[in-house]
C-alpha cells in the first residue's frame, strides 16, 4: 500500500491513474452498447424488442421522460418475463452482469484514488 500512496503522490502518475479511471468509466459502456445492438439484432425477438423500444423513443420534456422511463421499465419486465425470447433474457442478464462488475470496477478504481489523495493530503 505504501508504493500505492507513493506512485499516487507523484502528479504525472496521478494524472495517468485517473485518466485510467475515466476510461473505465466510459470505454466498457461503449463497447456493452455495441455489443448489445449487434447480438440483439440477430434474432426476429430481439428486433421486435428494438422496433418498441424505438417506437417508445427519447425525450427531453421532463414529463415525457417519466413516461419512457416507465414504458422502458415495462420493456425491462416484459423481457423477463420472456416475451421476446429467451436470448433477449439472456442477454439482459448478462448485461446486468457486465454492469454490475463494472460499478466495482469504477468504486474500487476511484476509492483508491480518493484514499490515496486524503492520506497523502494527511500526511503532506
Not at 505504501?2 to 476510461?23: G, Q, S, W
Not at 426476429?44 to 416507465?70: C, D, H, W, Y
Request: proline share 5%.
Amino acid at each position: 500500500m505504501e508504493n500505492v500512496l507513493a506512485a499516487l503522490a507523484d502528479p504525472p502518475t496521478r494524472d495517468i491513474y485517473l485518466a485510467a479511471c475515466f476510461a473505465v468509466m466510459v470505454v466498457p459502456i461503449i463497447a456493452i452498447a455495441l455489443w448489445y445492438h449487434a447480438a440483439i439484432d440477430k434474432t426476429p425477438s430481439g428486433r421486435a424488442l428494438m422496433k418498441r423500444q424505438n417506437e417508445i423513443g427519447v425525450s427531453r420534456n421532463p414529463v415525457f421522460a417519466v413516461r419512457t422511463l416507465v414504458d422502458a421499465l415495462k420493456m425491462g419486465r416484459d423481457i423477463e418475463a420472456g416475451r421476446y425470447g429467451e436470448q433477449p433474457r439472456r442477454m439482459q442478464h448478462q448485461v446486468w452482469v457486465m454492469i454490475g462488475t463494472w460499478v466495482a470496477a469504477l468504486v474500487a478504481m476511484f476509492g483508491i484514488l480518493i484514499w490515496a489523495d486524503a492520506v497523502n493530503r494527511a500526511t503532506g
